[in-house]
């Protein structure tokens, strides 16, 4: 059933509606897609969320529609940093070559409105999504859709499945955004409890990209251009 107003009086789709224009706007996306290289930031961070504990610097080079690989550029700090990193990168890869099953569809998850919200200014549907199948591919918890370009703007929740042994209570957030007329994901912060090691929180932004012509498949066996498109954003870990 359709929920009757917005808080500024517009009316609010039903949930069907909801995800059948995000999936119109998704596929719309994916025809803007072209290939790019982004230079992406990791820090590790303790309970204490004070001192970072590791830093780590990764090009990721990226080939419509499902051709992306990585190389970690630099790495400081502890090495449970760059291990995690590393995981967190082949994770992102093998996403891209199983697209559907992990995409936000019905197909993948049960979704429930919860409420309208402003996100940094932006009017969104926050819908909550439980995920048909236990699999670490897939997560728990909430989506913040912008309600008027119905582009995803923000994921949180938990892993179906434990995506290790050694990961306890992980929980996620990405953070999704405009890039060069492409809507990509452009940061996140992923917390755990490490076993032996205890509580962690990862965060990443994306700081420079640089872009291809579409079908330019040798990018994936050409060195780094230089960046022509850069994002700042600060590292703060949420309390």
Known sequence: MAFAQTQTGTPIPDVETILARMAQARAENRTRLRPYRVTRDYRLFGKEKQTTKAEIIADLTFVPPDAKRFAIRQAKG?????SIVRQMLEHETDIVKNYSNTDLSASNYDFRFVR???????????????????DKVLLRGQVWVDATTYQLRRTEGKPGKAPSWW??????????????????????????????????????R??????????ASSWLSSPAAKPVWGLQGAFEPRQ
């Open 78 to 82: 502890m090495a449970l940093g760059e």
């Open 116 to 134: 309208e919200e402003d996100l940094n200014g932006q009017r969104s549907y926050v819908l909550d999504m439980r995920p048909w199948r236990k």
């Open 167 to 204: 990961f306890r209570d992980s929980r996620i957030v990405l953070i999704y955004g405009n890039v060069g007329g492409m809507w990509l994901q452009t940061g996140s912060e992923s917390t755990a409890n490490v076993r032996f090691v205890g509580q962690y929180t990862m965060l990443s």
């Open 206 to 215: 994306d700081t420079e990209y640089d872009f291809g012509e579409p079908g």
